[in-house]
């Protein structure tokens, strides 16, 4: 999805207003929320002073759902009804989540809600959405308590590669929770964002994020004042839980730990291993102390070397999708401007610097890696929320391919063209083309190309219901609506009957960066032949329409209002035009349906003098005129 920066005329507040808007970090993991105030993004504590929420619900009979540290606590005493991890079910249905490997030990029912699976609790089934709601409520809460306001709105960050489903699920959530959402933001450009590398005019940045058990990669590019993903990489099973494992067993080998220890034993074992893997981020070297079983203690040292040692093959496990990205964004290292690190295992100098040597950059390390998402979505919410100048930017995402219609002939009629920002909404009247036509068919078609069949089909639909007139009589108001999160809605009305229809659409679904490229290029190759095509197919079409014109005209009023000459004359012209019609000729085309226009303007005058004086029959002028 690509970004434009533009600036929001009528989008500032009054001078003395400040609307209250945040920030939120919907994690896997934590979630945090974060707000703009006296000029500075900061990430909110609860009462406690913690600034991350962990992403845990907890259900439990006739309470309200506990959310963050409370939950987490209840995690090995009431596992069935403790639902971490929810952000790898949004928007994804139970085949999705069964194939992706992830390990969710909760009890889900087979019953799908929205296509999403819903899990059994002793509260009630809970979807996806529900369980996310309660996350975010409980940050609405801090927040609205912490600012001593109801918010006005808030942006959301989701990762780059969620798609449709995930995003509508993610503002589903939302609502639910009571939340106006001013609009869905791409984590990597948020954590952009933070770091202010939407200020400066063009650059390609790389955003590197380590957590605690995923890592994304993310290429983002900022050129001519639009901000997009170019490509994304990452490993859904790889973070610090991996780094800790490796320090956990080079521990067990020196300490003579059997692989088969128990459970309890491996858990403190690995809460050792994260304490000493944190101490070595700022210190050379960690002290160990294991309580063996047998009730002796060993003491030991994990020294930076043998750490990074045994860390290097991890963060090469990172390498690999880094040099994916650049390669499916057609880039080298060497194009890479800036390099924004992301998420708590990032504070790993040893992270730093073999990430700085591939990029051959210095990555911004300065934000709390931890809070830079939430900070970026704050910087967003407060600009979105009009508590800045006029003058100042605002991150918006245009459309990557034209959106249109399809009209007679096979033909696109383009109602919002590409790189359009969005929100947009643009309409355009179509009328009908033939007699006593009563429904239209709606073909909602992307891309940049003059045929149908050239472009991608989005989405049919149709206006049925529009009362018979005589063609082109009919008014037919087709509105094209794009909002904020890229959702298309089209809608149909004929403006006399006011029969409506309309039909919704995820113009993004589906679609990858290297297919809107190749759709890019091929209406640049193509477009001579497309423009000769076009021509062609609209003379077609006009054909079509005189003949069918013509042809009633003929049956009506021919008898009556033609002598013989007349009549052989137009028809000849008539024969003409069918002879070179499905030709290829557009000149040709053009020249007949200009033949035929000749031969016919004294009948078509003939033929209003008649309709005149039927219409007239029986009135005196005055009558007209009276009328008037
Ligand atoms: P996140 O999912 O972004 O909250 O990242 C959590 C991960 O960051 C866990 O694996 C933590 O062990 C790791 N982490 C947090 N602080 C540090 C630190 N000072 N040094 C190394 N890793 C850290």
Known sequence: MALLQISEPGQSAAPHQH???????????????????????????????????????????????QVGYAAKAQ??????????????????????????????PYDFVENEDQGMPMIRTVVGDRSPVQISAD??????????????????????????????????????????????????????????????????AEGVHAIYDLGGGTFDISILRLQRGVFEVMATAGNSALGGDDFDRAIAQWIMQQAGIADDAEHSHIRELLDIARTAKETLSTNESAPLEIRLEEGSVWQGELSNDQFNQLIDPLIQKTIAPCRRTLRDAGLSTDDI????????????????EKIGDFFKRTPHVDIDPDKVVAIGAAIQADILAGNKPDDDMLLLDVIPLSL??????????????????????????????????????IHVVQGERELVMDCRSLARFELRGIPPMVAGAGRIRVSYQVDADGLLSVSAKEETSGVHSQITVKPSYGLQDNEIER?????LEYAEEDVATRTLREQQVEADRVINALRAALKADGQVLLKQHEFLEINTALEDLLKVEQGNDADAIKNAIERINDVTQEFAARRMDASIHQAMKGHRLNDFAENE
Request: proline share 4%; hydrophobic share 40%; aromatic share 2%.
């Open 75 to 104: 995690a090995n005493i009431d596992p069935l009804n403790t639902i971490a991890s929810v952000k790898r079910l949004m928007g994804r249905g139970l085949k999705d989540v069964k194939t992706t490997g992830t390990r969710l």
């Open 19 to 65: 609307n209250l808007a945040a920030g939120i970090d919907l994690g896997t993991t934590n979630s945090l929320v974060a707000t703009v105030r006296s000029g500075l993004a900061e990430t909110l504590p609860d009462n406690e002073g913690h600034h991350l929420l962990p992403s845990i619900v907890h259900y439990a009979k006739d309470a309200a759902p």
């Open 404 to 441: 249109g219609i399809e009209t007679m002939g096979g033909l696109v009629e383009k109602i919002i063209p590409r790189n359009t920002t969005i929100p947009v909404a643009r309409g355009q009247d179509f009328t009908t083309f033939k007699d006593g036509q009563t429904a239209m068919a």
């Open 135 to 200: 996350i975010l409520n409980t940050l609405k809460q801090r927040a609205e308590k912490t600012l001593g306001g109801e918010l006005t709105g808030v942006v959301i960050t989701v990762p780059a590669y969620f798609d449709e489903a995930q995003r509508q699920a993610t503002k589903d959530a939302a609502t639910l929770a009571g939340l106006n959402v001013l609009r869905l933001l791409n984590e990597p450009t948020a954590a952009a964002v933070a770091y202010g590398l939407d200020k400066s």
């Open 519 to 523: 759709m890019l290029k091929e209406s």
């Open 337 to 352: 401007n800036e390099v924004v690190m992301v998420g708590g295992s990032t504070r790993m100098p040893r992270v730093r």
